[in-house]
DNA sequence: TATGAATGAGACTTCATTCAT
DNA sequence: CATGAATGAAGTCTCATTCAT
């Protein structure tokens, strides 16, 4: 009971978090303004995390831990290969309209230089594509030629940038659809044959 | 009859706020540090930029303006369609491998939702990609159904994602060579087709 | 159960404030300076006032309160009118001999053009002045063809002068008494005749 | 012919600091916007005054010194008594009609307590009213038992206060009239007899 | 346990002053 | 002589973090 209330308040610390760096950038977001949007003390948020930093870096591998999960988990299932980018990309899709900060979040830090992770966990990254990529050549849906560098380039990255713009609100607004997901699916494939 | 300003000095602060940021993230990168980096005093930024934040927007937005640029110019290029891309992305390549730090920086700042660009100048990156999907589209390079945000998310995606790679060393340290971009302009194309 | 606001700290910063700008005027009384004679951290001020100024603002206005609402009170005294002079007399003197910095303090932004209070603020000491002004009349001891404008410009011009002097030491360093402050009164009646 | 163009030119620099000192304060009235609204060079300044506070230093006690030469040579005019308070009153109201910034100025220093000048000019200021009362006193227009300290809460004080109140534009913006100067020199007159 | 008062290092920025031209 | 580019000390203010309660 104790427990779940104190489960909530990470939670919401977490979804404040995420809303306020997207917002107003990692030096803006501080943290009275997290705690406060989170509905908890100030203080509260160092019995969970020994600093900002943490608290952020914590969130980012967490997401990250997530969409290599995904990705591994993808890459067993025995269906045509295209289904299986699909599959990924409703992932990616779903989390960008469904939680779009978390998305915006990602995003941010994937392409700041200062969230270093871990160089174990960096490897980590590549490791789950270059395996879906072989998955990919085995199943004869990716050329033999195709760099695991090119792979990435292709996917996950068109499907990132896709959510991307529709978060950014550039070309629509428009909630993302399977549709779109499937346009997406063929696309890379076309690119990767 | 006074002393003349000094261009080297705001070279070198442009140079050194690049360097900084990408390092250390925006609210890393303090004016103090950028100013003893670049050889000048603190002060003296405060004679070219009213702020440390128009300072890095004015940076970001003239890097902006240029790659956009390029873009228009070789939409205009009369030569087959997978030269103007292998020509832009030639461009792209030739940011990552000399300016490593710009690439960064741009890359760094275009997904960071903090830094915003007016709205004119917001729209007018959108549409110059789509200029460039158009004389794709007639020169029959790029299928009728895809839609401009498919297209950006081919192009220039892949080729920055393949830069970012690059520049982060994740796959390979080697500088991007023109049968890298060459291959890179079959990707898209085949995307695209 | 977190600690409690030290009420003697924010005493302690008003006090420093008003001595550090008397002695060094508004841009000489650095925050830094205040916080260290108040013995608080520099950034202590902060969780109480918005801004440097606004400290110095706020204290202004408090004063020139009290001494508004010391003149509204004693222009409902029912007694000879000169022993209302003399009471509100008193009230200056007192300031000036028990807390000189105050009195001084109070002298610099009432004739400081940068320290303007709200337009509604600044019209409503004359008023309460007025008011004085119409019950000297109504008791026949203020000439009917005296302006307020006139009526100010002795009452309370002339006291404010004398503790002026005194809180200056100019002709004098004795505490102000109350036979000072009779003659005061006399001399204001005179005038106003 | 050289001579005059820099006499305008220290005429423009005085002119310009007194009103950005009224304006902005001491702390606001940079070197910079001094020299700025002067049309000189910032450096140019330093050629005439060693400091900012020297610079405002010696407009301050030039002005006295006017003022105190002014009483002095009044002191010795043989007319009426009254007609000589008269004369230097007019002196005062003219200055703030025709000159307000350089009023405020004055007001403005003579209440700061920061702007301190030599010991021996500060005692010279009182002198020359000491002066003034003891010629009231022979002429019988101040009685025996005003002190110089009250003489001075009255004269200057009263016209001084006037003119503030205009400039400020109180109870009036009116410019003050030759009449405003008679009824303000029998205030005078009847306080001090 | 959870709070939020308090800290103080350090951020951004201003500006009086200097001096090469 | 006059200029204004350049300096850097010092100012205002923020905020991650601590710890008494």
């Not at 917002?23 to 501080?30: E, I």
């Not at 050549?137 to 560098?149: L, N, R």
């Not at 629509?172 to 699916?185: G, I, Q």
Request: hydrophobic residues 40%; negative net charge.
């Amino acid at each position: 009971m104790a427990k779940s209330i104190d489960e909530s308040k990470i939670e919401r610390i977490k979804e404040a978090t995420i809303e306020m760096v997207v917002d107003k950038g990692y030096g803006g977001a501080s943290v009275s303004a997290i705690a406060k949007k989170a509905g908890v003390a100030d203080g509260y948020l160092y019995r969970h995390y020994p600093s900002k930093q943490a608290l952020v870096q914590d969130l980012y591998i967490s997401y990250i831990k997530d969409f290599k999960s995904n990705i591994l988990e993808q890459s067993e299932n025995n269906d045509d290969f295209e289904d299986v980018l699909f599959a990924i990309i409703m992932n990616i899709f779903r989390l960008a309209n469904e939680a779009p900060s978390r998305a915006k979040f990602l995003n941010m830090l994937m392409n700041d230089y200062t969230f270093l992770m871990s160089e174990d966990f960096l490897r980590s990254i590549p490791e789950s594509l270059e395996k879906l990529c072989e998955v990919g050549k085995a199943k004869g849906c990716v050329s033999e030629d195709i760099t695991t560098e090119e792979f990435v380039a292709v996917f996950p990255a068109i499907p990132i940038e896709l959510a991307s713009l529709r978060v950014k609100g550039i070309f629509s607004s428009e909630p993302l659809s399977e549709k779109d997901a499937k346009r997406a699916a063929k696309l890379c494939i076309k690119a990767l044959k």
